[in-house]
Structure formats: structure tokens, C-alpha cells
């Protein structure tokens, strides 16, 4: 079991014994991919962890972009986040209904915004509900709290930078999608896009970077599925994937190991796939 971080990430036990404190507060962030099947908000709706408040990526987003859940402008995030209770003082825990999945995206957007008091539950509701923790259906009693917002420019990526990157080799560019997706031979969820990767790319499957009750493996596990991947821990990171969810859970292992200098490409795949002056690469190379 990972060792409790409340700047990364807690284990079922952290929060339960958290549970009560004041200043504590829960987002449950489920996303998933239109061929997943499952509607995050419903299933808040119907059973979330005592107090958690739903958090939508879809919605607390930039409605400007045509890409899907761009991060938001700060004034949107600080608005939306206030509206939830949460603000300066408060210990965050985000977690989802598949385990990790799309928790880690908000973990990352919160620190796009300068706001490190917020960790990812390991193993999510998944976990918490198999222990037979205590669960509700009922929606929590909201206080305003302000929030003070320092957006943090270098945790986030353009496809202008990333193209750059991926001429110039200095980074090494992360993507969590697939094996197929990633070596091009399977059609990607979103209509439109091309099949491949970002050429000099390597792919570090985010379910690698689990284990089998998805938790996150232990820094020697995560340590050993980059070195497996070929990952020059020394170089700084661009993670990617198809929308910038995924991706963010290769930010977290990667604040797991120690490593700051990494940063998130937003628009990923659902970008740089749209675009036929773009270079795709596919097969392993």
C-alpha cells in the first residue's frame, strides 16, 4: 500500500480517519469515456462517500475551447470551486468510481491553480465500498469559502510547445493511451481523429501504473514500468493522452517518485490527432 500523502495521495484507511475533521473536504470527479457506458453524475447521485460534493470535468471546464474539458479560465474555477464549499484551508481528497481514473485530472487542475492541499484517494470508491465503508445519497450542506488562485503556467502544455518537443527530443513526452491506440492500430473514441502518436513519444499505459485492486503501485513498481518503458527520468516530462485525463495519473506517479519539472499537455491526443499537418508515428517506434 502506497505511503499516506495529503499532497498526492491517501488510502481508504487516511480518510476514514479524516472523515470528520472540519477543514476536510471530498470531490467525487467520475468521468468516463463515452463507450464506458457509465454516467458519472448518476452514480454520485445515488451513492458517494459522506460529504463529497460531485466535481464535473465537463463543466468546470473552458467552454471557449472545441476540445473537450480544457482547463478552465481561473475566474470559472474559482467560481465553480466556491460554489462547492471549497476554498482557502481546506484539505482536499478527490477520488472516482473506476479506482483512478479521472480523479488524477483533478488533483492535476487543482495544481495548475496553485492549490497543493489536495491528494487522490487510492483505489477510489471501488476500494472504499469493498472495505463496506459508509456510503450516502444525499447531497452535502454547502458554505461559501473564497479561494485564492495562483494559475501555475508551467504545469500545462500547448501543441505549439509540444511540437517543439517532439523535434527537439528534450523532453520525453509520456502517453497514457493503450498499447493499440498508442502503436495506431486501434480506432480512437472520438470520431475525426487519426490513429498514432506524437513522433519521439513513449507510452507508459496508465493501467501499468496500477495494481490489480487499483491502487497505485509503491515508487520501486512505478519506477520499474518507466524504466520498462524507457523513460528517461532525468529529462522533464510532457504527459499526454486523449483528453488530458489520463494523462494526469502519469503526473501523479510521477510527483510519487519525486520529480517536479513535468507538465500536462491539454489538448492531447483529441489536438494533435484533428490536425493532418501534424506528424503521427505509429507501431512502437
Keep these: 500500500m502506497a505511503e499516506d500523502d495529503p499532497k498526492t495521495l491517501v488510502s481508504t484507511a487516511w480518510l ?15 468521468w468516463y469515456l463515452p463507450d464506458m ?13 459522506p460529504g463529497a460534493r460531485y466535481f464535473d470535468i465537463d463543466d468546470v471546464s ?33 477520488y472516482d468510481g473506476a479506482g483512478l481514473f479521472s480523479a488524477a485530472r483533478v488533483w492535476w487542475l487543482f495544481r495548475l491553480m496553485g492549490q497543493d492541499d489536495i491528494a487522490v484517494l487510492d483505489g477510489g470508491l471501488p476500494k472504499w465500498m469493498a472495505e463496506g465503508r459508509e456510503t ?5 450542506i454547502v458554505r461559501d469559502r473564497h479561494m485564492t488562485v495562483r494559475r501555475q503556467a508551467h504545469l500545462v502544455r500547448d501543441v505549439t510547445q509540444v511540437s517543439a518537443a517532439s523535434k527537439l527530443r528534450d523532453h520525453e513526452i509520456l502517453d497514457a493511451r493503450s498499447p493499440a491506440r498508442f502503436r495506431g492500430e486501434a480506432p480512437e473514441p472520438r470520431e475525426g481523429l487519426r490513429s498514432g502518436h506524437i513522433p519521439g513519444s513513449r507510452n507508459v499505459y496508465y493501467r501499468d501504473l496500477m495494481n490489480a485492486d487499483g491502487t497505485m503501485k ?16 532525468a529529462k522533464p516530462a510532457i504527459t499526454t493522452c486523449g483528453s488530458g485525463v489520463t494523462a494526469a495519473i502519469i503526473s501523479l506517479a510521477l510527483e510519487r517518485l519525486g520529480k517536479r519539472d513535468h507538465s500536462l499537455y491539454d489538448g492531447s491526443w483529441s489536438e494533435w490527432g484533428q490536425f493532418p499537418t501534424l506528424p503521427v508515428a505509429t507501431g512502437d517506434a
Design 62 to 94: 473552458d467552454a471557449r475551447s472545441d476540445l473537450p474539458h480544457m482547463a478552465p479560465p481561473v475566474e470559472k474555477f474559482m467560481s465553480r470551486l466556491r460554489a462547492m464549499g471549497v476554498g482557502d484551508g481546506h484539505q482536499v481528497v478527490v
Design 136 to 140: 450516502e445519497d444525499l447531497p452535502p
Design 37 to 49: 457506458g457509465r454516467d458519472g453524475r448518476a452514480e454520485y447521485d445515488a451513492n458517494h462517500i
Design 16 to 30: 476514514a480517519q479524516h472523515l470528520k475533521d472540519p477543514d476536510l473536504r471530498i470531490l467525487d470527479a467520475s
Design 218 to 233: 509503491d515508487p520501486d513498481g512505478l519506477r520499474a514500468v518507466f524504466d520498462a518503458a524507457g523513460v528517461d527520468l
